[in-house]
Nanobody, 124 residues
Framework: QVQLVESGGGLVQAGGSLRLSCAAS????????MGWFRQAPGKEREIVAA????????YYADSVKGRFTISRDNVKNTVYLQMNSLKPEDTAVYYC?????????????????WGQGTQITDSS
């Protein structure tokens, strides 16, 4: 049984930084793409960033390019999202996900295991 557990969310002022972590367990993790998604109140879930199985390829939504960095540690079975220069519009629940069956993808429909999410809220 696959389990993804996010951590690192919380309150943050505009311009601040946070680092999210997502620990995976239960199945092979290292050969599949991982991603971070978010859902703001009243909006659809959107992809934020994705990373290929070996970290060699990354994808970012235009809204976070230059501010967020996705990375992974396959030994620790963990994927990270470093978020800098946070904006009020970054407020959302952030989810990590695994695209089992795909070594590299940013297509949301291919992500088939999801964490429970962690809330990030602007405190400005």
């Amino acid at each position: 049984q696959v389990q993804l557990v996010e951590s690192g969310g919380g309150l943050v002022q505009a311009g601040g930084s946070l680092r999210l972590s997502c620990a995976a367990s239960g199945r092979t993790f290292s050969t599949y793409a991982m991603g971070w998604f978010r859902q703001a109140p009243g909006k659809e879930r959107e992809i934020v960033a994705a990373i290929s199985w070996n970290g060699g390829t990354t994808y970012y939504a235009d809204s976070v390019k230059g501010r967020f960095t996705i990375s992974r540690d396959n030994v620790k079975n963990t994927v990270y999202l470093q978020m800098n220069s946070l904006k009020p519009e970054d407020t959302a629940v952030y989810y990590c996900a695994v695209a089992y069956g795909y070594s590299r993808t940013y297509k949301s429909a291919r992500y088939n295991y999801w964490g429970q999410g962690t809330q990030i809220t602007d405190s400005s």
